[in-house]
């Protein structure tokens, strides 16, 4: 470790320049790593409802569809409007009710409730499905394209939503580094004693973070909410990693009179401290890729690398940085403000034994509220109403009354009279608005030769015929989901292989395949972190205490929204505790480690978690303070509630694991301290101290 402490040291300049040259592939691999803004892409190949989209695009050649509503246009005009919607790229098919009518015909010729849902007043809907998949970047464009045909249209369906999606992150993702690093540097002046020094941190994990993003482009594609979280968070965790140096480099700078030699012991202590507290950071990290949700992985492989990269980036280019710019740091020198917490360790130190109570009595509510906190899982429910694809779905549902579209695929060769059969039983169950289908279409006059091409091969492809179900539920709600559940038994009673597809029978299986992953992810990253921590500080009993004492600060967080009445995205509920887990566990381990090395020096318990906090307490707040700081801007700042909740909730949750740590932890310290002593290693002949 000496020769490569050494060596940092030795090539200072050759690694600055190094990190500067590494900027290039990595700035890069950024601007060139792909962005998916569909999260129902995540879901497992091997659903049903998955394989229901795989026969819409490869058979049907329908990878997405949208409802254009026309305002103001007859039925002449409408036609015309479909010619121009078929010249865009990528569009497949388009058909409207005229393409069966023509000019001539009224339309009150037709059932009322087909007439409803095709017109109302001077609105007409038109049918446009890609050939491309819902979040292509090719569907996007051509919904772009299309809604730049007329002013007097709107492009309805998840392809609408997100291209509204991908257009906000886009625009605010930047914004979002700018407020974090803004107000962590607020934070850095108060907490260090240069003002030259927070410039150089960030500066430090700036490069770390382009490093972390850029090597993403390995990866293929990253979530859009990976891409908006992933740098405000490695901002946010890996932020006390450099205080540590730095804090060590001035200690060591007044016991050596060369100071690369301080240097050399600073990253020489850093490594040690550092390279423990961070893997169980990236253990609870990683424990997100056990999620059957791949979106679990993408957070937790990218926030595994951030974690790495900043670890890297803190012992070679952070050292290399100060040495240089060291006579700057000297001249921009300061008085240190931050307070000394003599109150805060003398008051815990008196009153250890009701701080546990009150621990014990928060536990209640906290576990009761986090485990009836309520998530939402749809996925255009957290964007802003002013967003033309929301607007664009709420007139369809509002004035054509069409609130979950979805299909059923059954085979072709499925008898007409089957097939009405089947649908009649559909039409019953509870919630159905309106069915359509070929079959249905024939029984009401409509023969083969009056639709269009397009019409007919959207609802039959030779294998595969389409029955359109609208449902009055919206999605992700409990009762589509119990809706789509008979309907998949009615279909299947006349075709066994017979597929319910569409957005709704999706967010049903990402709504069970959730609620798995919720309890799984929580419990590999309890496991995981265990692990590592029983490995690190050599302690059966202290890894339990730390663990615990994080999950009731985990508990507090989550059950937040129960007790304000609010709602969380579904994403933000599987996700945050094993962040939270991560990101905050080093502040315990901080503590603890510092109570093991006193008290396996010979000192009393008491002694032992005073020194602790005197070492530790500064550190564990200016770290929480960076990491609510990275992540309270931009909860507040963005506009989608997805990024907004998560940042929100994780900002919370570092100031509550705080807290917990430093009153919470020292009184769980004293009073469980001979179960500690007699459950770790190194405490041979001390077994009977105080």
């Not at 121009?84 to 058909?95: A, S």
């Not at 804090?247 to 600073?266: G, N």
């Not at 962040?579 to 315990?588: M, P, R, S």
Request: aromatic share 10%; proline share 3%.
């Amino acid at each position: 470790m000496k020769r490569f402490c050494h060596a940092i040291t030795k090539g200072r300049w050759v690694i600055i320049v190094a990190s500067l040259l590494l900027l290039i592939p990595s700035v890069f691999g950024y601007f060139n790593t792909k962005i998916n803004y569909d999260l129902i892409t995540y879901l497992p190949k091997d659903v049903e409802t998955m394989k229901g989209e795989n026969i819409l695009t490869d058979d049907f050649k329908q990878g997405a569809f949208s409802v254009v509503i026309t305002e103001n246009m007859n039925a002449k005009q409408i036609l015309q409007l479909e010619k121009e919607i078929k010249k865009v790229d990528t569009v497949n098919r388009v058909g409207s009710v005229y393409d069966i009518i023509g000019y001539s015909i009224p339309i009150e010729m037709l059932p009322d409730n087909i007439a409803s849902k095709v017109k109302k007043d001077d609105s007409n809907l038109i049918v446009v499905t890609f050939k491309n998949s819902t979040s292509d970047d090719k569907t996007l464009e051509a919904v772009q394209k299309i809604r730049d045909l007329k002013k007097n249209i709107k492009v309805s369906g998840m392809s609408a939503t997100t291209l509204d999606t991908a257009q906000m992150a886009q625009s605010e993702v930047i914004a979002y580094v700018i407020i974090a690093v803004i107000l962590c540097m607020i934070v850095l002046q108060i907490a260090l004693d240069s003002f030259f020094v927070p410039v150089l941190l960030l500066g430090n994990i700036g490069v770390a973070i382009l490093f972390n993003m850029g090597s993403n482009y390995f990866l293929g594609q990253i979530s859009y909410i990976t891409q908006a979280i992933a740098a405000v968070l490695q901002l946010g965790v890996t932020t006390d990693f450099s205080i540590f140096l730095y804090h060590k480099y001035e200690y060591w700078k007044t016991q050596k009179e060369d100071k690369k030699e301080a240097m050399e012991e600073a990253i020489a202590e850093t490594m040690i401290s550092v390279i423990g507290s961070s893997t169980t950071t990236i253990a609870g990290f990683l424990a997100l890729c056990t999620m059957t949700l791949k979106l679990g992985a993408d957070i937790g492989i990218v926030m595994a690398k951030g974690v790495v990269f900043g670890v890297i980036t803190v012992v070679t280019l952070f050292p290399a940085l100060v040495l240089v710019c060291d006579p700057i740091i000297e001249k921009t020198s300061h008085k240190n403000i931050l307070p000394n917490f003599k109150g805060v360790k003398n008051f815990v130190m008196k009153y250890y034994k009701i701080i546990f109570v009150v621990f014990l009595v928060c536990m209640i509510p906290a576990y009761y509220g986090q485990s009836r906190t309520q998530s939402y899982y749809n996925l255009t429910a957290g964007l802003p109403k002013r967003l033309p694809g929301v607007q664009a779905n709420d007139e369809l549902k509002n004035k054509f009354d069409i609130v979950s579209p979805y299909f059923i695929l059954v085979d072709s060769d499925l008898r007409p009279s089957k097939t009405n059969k089947m649908v009649k039983e559909i039409e019953k169950v509870k919630g159905i608005d309106t069915t359509m289908s070929y079959a249905k279409l024939s029984s009401a006059g409509i023969s083969e030769d009056v639709l269009s091409d397009d019409l007919r091969d959207m609802i039959d492809d030779g294998k595969h015929q389409i029955i359109l179900i609208s449902s009055k539920y919206g999605v992700a709600t409990d009762e589509l989901n119990n809706q789509i559940k008979t309907v998949n038994k009615i279909a299947k009673s006349y075709d066994k292989k017979a597929i319910v597809a569409g957005e709704g029978p999706l967010m049903r299986d990402m709504v069970s395949i959730a609620d798995v992953d919720f309890k799984n992810v929580n419990t590999a990253s309890i496991i995981a972190v265990f692990v590592i921590l029983a490995l690190v500080l050599k302690s059966f009993s202290l890894p339990v205490i730390l663990v615990i004492a994080i999950e009731f600060a985990i508990f507090c967080n989550t059950a937040v929204p129960f007790y304000m009445g609010d709602q969380i995205p579904f994403v933000a509920g599987i996700v945050i505790g094993t962040i939270q887990l991560g990101a905050t566990i080093d502040y315990a381990v901080l503590m603890s480690t510092k109570y093991l090395e006193v008290r396996k020096s010979g000192e009393d318990k008491f002694q032992a978690v005073r020194t602790a906090m005197t070492a530790s307490v500064s550190s564990i707040f200016v770290s929480a303070l960076c990491f609510f700081a990275a992540t309270i801007g931009v909860g507040f700042y963005s506009d989608m509630d997805m990024i907004s909740a998560i940042c929100i909730m994780l900002s919370r949750g570092a100031l509550i694991s705080m807290a917990t740590v430093i009153f919470v932890v020292p009184a769980l310290l004293l009073l469980f301290d001979k179960i500690i002593i007699h459950t770790s290693f190194g405490f041979k002949g001390l077994k009977e101290a105080k």
